[in-house]
């Protein structure tokens, strides 16, 4: 596709229950990240993919927050046993180098946890 | 570790007025500095970077910016704004220690009024 795809757009799901995120990154963009932003928050840095390096996860708040690229495309945030406080939009970026010159960033997922 | 500071969270302008957003950094390496914005209800897009060379840079929409390593800040500005020109500006570095991670200021809500 022509920009960074992510799905689904809203997602409203039961307090305690699973959620995955997924994003598609540009093709060929070999750094990934997931960001949280919440209102009065900004941009809260997730979790960080470049390459085959081991990703920089020094953002994720919590045991329940995962993510993982398989084979350097497709990233999936996995938040278990969600709480209300993870309600947010869940943005994903993807840039094309190690110096990055620009992040092209997905429309978001909104998550409500009820 | 390098932060990043947006001192203002809000900016109410008269329209045709100037504005300067401000954005202060620290990090102990080198640095790349971007501006992004958020239109309501859109994604983040690229205003405009530092990566090298002249410390006034030009980005999209009229803005600029001016990197100042003495005063470690990367401020925004326009000589005179449109309406529509509200939005929310996010000031983000990246550099070598953090393996060219971008992270984001908690971001300047502009408010620009007739």
């Known amino acids: 596709g022509a920009g960074v795809s992510q799905s689904p757009s809203n997602k409203v799901t039961e307090k305690g229950k699973d959620v995955e995120l997924r994003c598609d990154p540009i093709s060929g963009h070999t750094a990934l990240y997931w960001y949280r932003q919440s209102l009065g928050q900004g941009l809260e840095f997730l979790i960080y993919f470049q390459g085959n390096s081991a990703p920089d996860k020094s953002g994720l708040p919590s045991d329940r927050f995962s993510a993982e690229r398989t084979g350097g495309s497709v990233s999936t945030l996995t938040i278990q046993r969600t709480q209300q406080e993870d309600s947010a939009v869940y943005l994903c970026?993807?840039?094309?180098?190690?110096?990055?010159?620009?992040?092209?960033f997905g429309q978001g997922t909104r998550l409500t946890v009820v | 570790a390098q932060s990043v500071t947006q001192l203002d969270s809000q900016v109410p302008v008269f329209e045709e007025a100037p504005v300067e957003l401000r954005c202060n950094y620290s990090s102990s390496v080198s640095v790349y500095l971007f501006w992004y914005v958020q239109y309501p209800n859109q994604g983040l897009q690229l205003l405009l970077k530092?990566?090298?060379?002249?410390?006034l840079v030009k980005g999209i929409n009229g803005f600029e910016a001016e990197f100042n390593k003495s005063q470690t800040s990367f401020h925004l500005r326009k000589p005179s704004v449109h309406i529509s020109d509200t939005a929310e500006y996010f000031c983000?570095?990246?550099?070598?220690?953090?393996?060219?991670?971008?992270?984001f200021g908690k971001g300047t809500s502009l408010l620009v009024t007739p």
């Open positions: 970026a993807s840039s094309s180098r190690r110096v990055n010159t620009e992040a092209f």
């Open positions: 983000a570095v990246s550099d070598l220690n953090s393996g060219y991670a971008l992270n």
């Open positions: 530092y990566l090298s060379g002249s410390t």
